[in-house]
Each structure stands twice: as structure tokens, then as C-alpha cells.
């Protein structure tokens, strides 16, 4: 084997690199999710509509009402585009632009997590949040 003909110190150069790639793969997914966060069991992801946020995990903390923004919105859904969010090409496939509201919900998820914002735009969730430690109501 042609590890068997190295010597110890680049055997050990070798397994540290091992190491660091299998953490590094370890850590990747949870940076990739960092636009999501779990309420109980069900995953809150962007682009989800604030109902379904509410029934997933019930009412925020506080919400207010940030202002307006104007973002193009498509067509043939009604739906702004979040930026991050691909839309399909197809010919009829038109943006026009519109203010929509922005709203912002945040929830307290207990002294031992993290609370979250979240950013919705014409009524969709554009950001996901981490803030400080929750707290004890």
C-alpha cells in the first residue's frame, strides 16, 4: 500500500488534511441551511407564505410593520421574486415591478436557543434571523 512506504510525519500531515476535509463536510450542510430554521419537528425555509410560518409554529413573539419595498413581481403567480429564488424561463414569463409590505415577525424560542426574525416581503419570507439567546416569558 502506498501509505505503508511514507514516513511518520507525512503520515501525520495526511490525517490531519483528513481530519479538517471531515469536518469541514460536517460543517458545509448547516451553513447551506443557515436561511431555515426548525419549529418543533416542521422546517421554516424562504419563500414560505406567513400562514404557513404561523401554523407551523404558531403565533410570533412581536411583529411590526417594517415599510414597503419595491420588488418585481411575476406575472403569471402574483408572487414577488426574493432574491436568491430562481423562477422558471418560459416565454410568457414577465416581472413587473410593485411595492410590497414588509413585515417582520419575531420569535422567541426559549432561554436555550436562539430567537429569530423573519423578513417578509408581500407576504413571503425573504430572510432568516439568528439573534441572541431567547429568553424566559
Do not use: W
Request: proline share 5%.
Amino acid at each position: 500500500m502506498v501509505l505503508d512506504s511514507l514516513d511518520c510525519d507525512m503520515k501525520l500531515q495526511i490525517l490531519k488534511i483528513a481530519i479538517v476535509l471531515a469536518l469541514l463536510a460536517v460543517a458545509l450542510p448547516g451553513a447551506a441551511n443557515a436561511e431555515s430554521f426548525r419549529c418543533g419537528t416542521k422546517l421554516v425555509k424562504e419563500g414560505m407564505h406567513e400562514t404557513e410560518v404561523v401554523a407551523i409554529c404558531g403565533e410570533p413573539t412581536s411583529m411590526r410593520n417594517i415599510g414597503f419595498a419595491v420588488r418585481l413581481i411575476d406575472y403569471r403567480t402574483g408572487r414577488p421574486h426574493l432574491p436568491g429564488l430562481n423562477l422558471a424561463s418560459s416565454p410568457g414569463h414577465v416581472l413587473y415591478p410593485a411595492e410590497v409590505m414588509v413585515t417582520e415577525y419575531v420569535y422567541n424560542l426559549g432561554p436555550r436557543k436562539f430567537m429569530r426574525r423573519l423578513v417578509f416581503e408581500g407576504g413571503l419570507l425573504a430572510r432568516v434571523e439568528t439573534l441572541g439567546r431567547g429568553y424566559t416569558e
